[in-house]
C-alpha cells in the first residue's frame, strides 16, 4: 500500500513551541503533500515537495522529506492556537492516486 | 466564496431513502473526486472523473452512484445505504490530472444512515 502514516496520532503543546509531526510511507513517490483539517471542515492545502527536493518552507511550516527513508516531516514554529487542527500527509506514488494517512491531531494550548 | 461548494452539509437518511449529495468547482480544474472519511480512517478515494470521464472506481458499492455531467459539477448518488456508510463525503479538484498536483477540497457533507 502507498499509505502514508503519521505520527504521533495526536500531540499537544504550548501556544508559541514547535510542533514536528512525521510521515512514513512504503513505495516511491513523485511528490508528498501536508493537508490542515479543522474539526469538520474539508482539508486545506499546506504543501507540496516532490522527490527531488528535500526541504521546502512555507510561512512558519518547514516539510523534510528523505526518500531513502521513507519519510517526510512538517514542522510548524512558533504555534498558536489556530493552528489546532488535524494535519494529513498524502502520497503520490505515479498511481493517479493521492493516498492519504489517518492523520495528527494537534492541539495548541494557550 | 470557496472554490468547491458541497451541498447539502449536513443530511440524515433513512436506509431505504434515496438522497444526492452535490459538488460544484469553480476553479476551472478539470479533475473531480469524491472520497469517504470515515472516524480513525484514512481518507478514502471513492471515485475520480477527469475531463467528465470517469476514471477510477475504487470498488465501491453500487449503492453509491456518481454522476459528472460537465467538469464543473459531480454528484453522488445515494441509495438503499447502510448505517456503515455514515461518514463525512468530501468531494475534490485538481487543476493536474488525477494524483499529480494539489487538490481542493469542499466542506464536506456529513451523512448519518439511521
Known amino acids: 500500500s502507498q499509505q502514508g502514516e503519521e505520527d504521533p496520532q495526536a500531540l499537544s503543546i504550548q501556544e508559541g513551541e514547535n510542533a514536528t509531526m512525521n510521515c512514513s510511507y512504503k513505495?516511491?513517490?513523485?511528490?508528498l503533500q501536508w493537508y490542515r483539517q479543522n474539526s469538520g471542515r474539508g482539508l486545506v492545502h499546506l504543501i507540496l515537495?516532490?522527490?527531488?527536493?528535500r526541504e521546502k518552507h512555507s510561512g512558519r511550516l518547514r516539510v523534510t522529506l528523505d526518500t531513502s527513508k521513507k519519510s517526510s516531516s512538517l514542522l510548524i514554529t512558533a504555534s498558536r492556537a489556530a493552528d489546532t487542527a488535524s494535519y494529513f500527509c498524502?502520497?503520490?506514488?505515479?498511481?493517479?492516486?493521492?493516498?492519504f494517512g489517518t492523520g495528527t491531531r494537534l492541539t495548541i494550548i494557550p | 466564496e470557496t472554490g468547491v461548494t458541497q451541498t447539502p452539509r449536513h443530511l440524515v437518511m433513512g436506509m431505504t431513502n434515496k438522497k444526492s449529495l452535490k459538488c460544484e468547482q469553480h476553479?476551472?480544474?478539470?479533475?473531480m473526486y469524491w472520497y469517504k472519511q470515515s472516524a480513525k480512517k484514512p481518507l478514502e478515494l471513492m471515485f475520480v472523473?477527469?475531463?467528465?470521464?470517469?476514471?477510477e472506481n475504487n470498488s465501491v458499492p453500487s449503492r453509491f452512484s456518481p454522476e459528472c455531467p460537465n467538469s464543473s459539477h459531480l454528484f453522488l448518488h445515494l441509495h438503499t445505504l447502510q448505517p456503515e456508510d455514515s461518514a463525512l463525503y468530501l468531494c475534490?479538484?485538481?487543476?493536474?490530472?488525477?494524483?499529480?498536483?494539489?487538490?481542493?477540497f469542499g466542506e464536506g457533507s456529513r451523512l448519518t444512515v439511521l
Open positions: 476553479l476551472g480544474h478539470n479533475a
Open positions: 472523473y477527469n475531463f467528465k470521464e470517469q476514471t
Open positions: 498524502a502520497t503520490d506514488g505515479g498511481d493517479e492516486k493521492l493516498t
Open positions: 515537495i516532490r522527490s527531488n527536493e
Open positions: 475534490a479538484s485538481s487543476q493536474e490530472g488525477p494524483g499529480s498536483g494539489e487538490l481542493f
Open positions: 513505495t516511491s513517490i513523485n511528490n
